[in-house]
Each structure stands twice: as C-alpha cells, then as structure tokens.
C-alpha cells in the first residue's frame, strides 16, 4: 500500500501536465520508452512500459490515430509489429521535457536527490530479485 500511495502522490504531479498536452499516463509510458529505446515491438514495449499486453493494444491504436507512432510490419516476422515514435511524438516529448523536468526538481528539492537516487537503487533491485527466474 505504500508503493501504491507514493506513486498516487507522485503521479498527481504530473496529470495535469499530461492532460494539457491530451495523453494519459499509460500512452506517455509508452512514448517514453519508444523514445529512450527505439523502435521495438510489442513485446519489449509492454514490458518496458509495465503494461498488458492487451492494453498496449488499444493505447497504440490511440497513439497512432494521433500521429505519435508508426506501426510497420517486422521484415523478418511479417507476424510481428515494429513500433517508432514519429516526428510528432517526438515533438510531444519535446514539448513535455522541460515541464516534466522541473516536476522532477520539485519534487528532488522537497525529497533530496540522494534519497531518490538511492529509493532508485532500492526499487531497481527488488524488481531484479523478484523477476522471474528461467529454469
């Protein structure tokens, strides 16, 4: 319940931010990672942005109603989708930066850069233990 009241209180920093610029928390997570990582697949993209598969779905068919990301058929699996951000997601990331970065001042200032780098730590490895394991 803690992680969950934390993240309500971190994540009411930045709605309004997201709904001036018309995206939801889930379509920015997915904009996130196509534009830290790439163009990638559904896949990699649902993991990356902690989403279901099947929500991942409808968010893309959204996001690409929009313009913010070009879906293209795998060359070397015609099954699989290569998903990109577009000029115009990129321009939407651009856009959102520098408002998204002095929420992440705030938010350092109010909580101390060492304490998040280090809760940071902490998170990245408890999701690393409790991954599971290939047998």
Same mark, same amino acid.
């Given at each position: 319940?803690?992680?969950?009241?934390?993240?309500?209180?971190?994540?009411?920093?930045?709605?309004?931010?997201? $709904? =001036?610029?018309?995206?939801?928390?889930?379509?920015? /997570?997915?904009? @996130?990672? *196509? !534009? +830290? &990582? %790439?163009?990638?697949?559904?896949?990699?993209?649902?993991? $990356? =942005?902690?989403?279901?598969?099947?929500?991942?779905? /409808?968010?893309? @068919?959204? *996001? !690409? +109603? &929009? %313009?913010?990301?070009?879906?293209?058929?795998?060359?070397?699996?015609?099954?699989?989708?290569?998903?990109?951000?577009?000029?115009?997601?990129?321009? *939407?990331?651009?856009?959102?930066?520098?408002?998204?970065?002095?929420?992440?001042?705030?938010?350092?200032?109010?909580?101390?850069?060492?304490?998040?780098?280090?809760?940071?730590?902490?998170?990245?490895?408890?999701?690393?233990?409790?991954?599971?394991?290939?047998?």
């Amino acid at each position: 319940m803690s992680l969950l009241r934390t993240r309500e209180l971190v994540m009411e920093r930045f709605r309004p931010m997201l $709904g =001036a610029h018309g995206v939801t928390e889930q379509q920015w /997570r997915v904009i @996130r990672v *196509l !534009d +830290e &990582r %790439g163009t990638t697949d559904a896949s990699t993209l649902s993991e $990356g =942005a902690a989403l279901l598969p099947q929500s991942l779905t /409808r968010i893309l @068919r959204g *996001l !690409d +109603e &929009r %313009g913010f990301v070009a879906m293209t058929r795998d060359p070397n699996d015609g099954r699989r989708q290569q998903i990109s951000l577009t000029d115009a997601g990129a321009a *939407l990331v651009t856009a959102v930066a520098p408002e998204s970065a002095g929420i992440y001042a705030r938010l350092e200032a109010e909580i101390g850069a060492r304490r998040i780098e280090k809760l940071l730590d902490d998170l990245e490895e408890i999701c690393a233990a409790l991954q599971p394991r290939a047998e």
